[in-house]
């Protein structure tokens, strides 16, 4: 059993064409085709772990923030995207991550998003508690994660933690995913083949999901992060924010 932690949201994709201009302002006007809602940030890694067939208990705030974004139905241009609910989520009652509670789940994930549901002692109490976190997050790295078993962030994050990253303290738990490069392990880089992106959105979570539950069945970081890689790219060839469809053999 996994357990993820972590901001959640509504993930919402209206997809619709534009094919003229508004006559009292130069602007696109939008004609709405369809819509398609899911659930994103620790929810997508949710999905993505039910859909790998593993089972996944979750952890985040009752008021979902709201991420709605409009597209080109052809070209799957985003023109706009607005988010609601930032302001005021509600923080996790950091009573309940006591050892005994937390021992009862194989892994647990925290996908944070840093949007006020986790704090750093959180995280840092959790790393204490458990020895499989693996953590996702958006704060700059620093001791609060130290005792992590697994760190994954992208480039941006890498370098935002940069300072503290070359002290050589994440030297053996850190991923850093590269986008179209793959991913960077201990200096080792990870590379994917060459496919067409069309939508980015969700495949940090899907990457995290893939990672930890290959690792659950091989107990091989190697392994993982190659199978997290392949589960990745074959998200983004696909519209919106959608769970991965592959065998875990």
Known sequence: MILVIGDACIDEFVYGKCT?????APVPVF???KTIRNGGMSKNVQSNIKSLGFE?????????VHKVRYLDNHTNHVFIRVDTGENGVEKLDSSILSKDFLSKYEVIIISDYDKGYLDEKDIQSICDNHPLVFIDTKKHIGNFCKNAFMIKI???????SKDVIDTGKFNDNLIVTLSERGCRYKEEIFPVNKVEVRDMSGAGDTFMASLVCKFLKT???????LFANECASEVVQRKGVVTIEKSMD
């Not at 003229?20 to 009292?24: F, G, K």
């Not at 992208?154 to 935002?160: A, G, L, S």
């Open 20 to 24: 003229r201009l508004c006559p009292d």
């Open 31 to 33: 004609i709405p085709l």
């Open 56 to 64: 996944c208990d979750i952890m985040c705030q009752d008021k979902l």
């Open 154 to 160: 992208n480039e941006v994050e890498y370098e935002n």
């Open 219 to 225: 107990k091989d970081i190697y392994q993982s992060i």
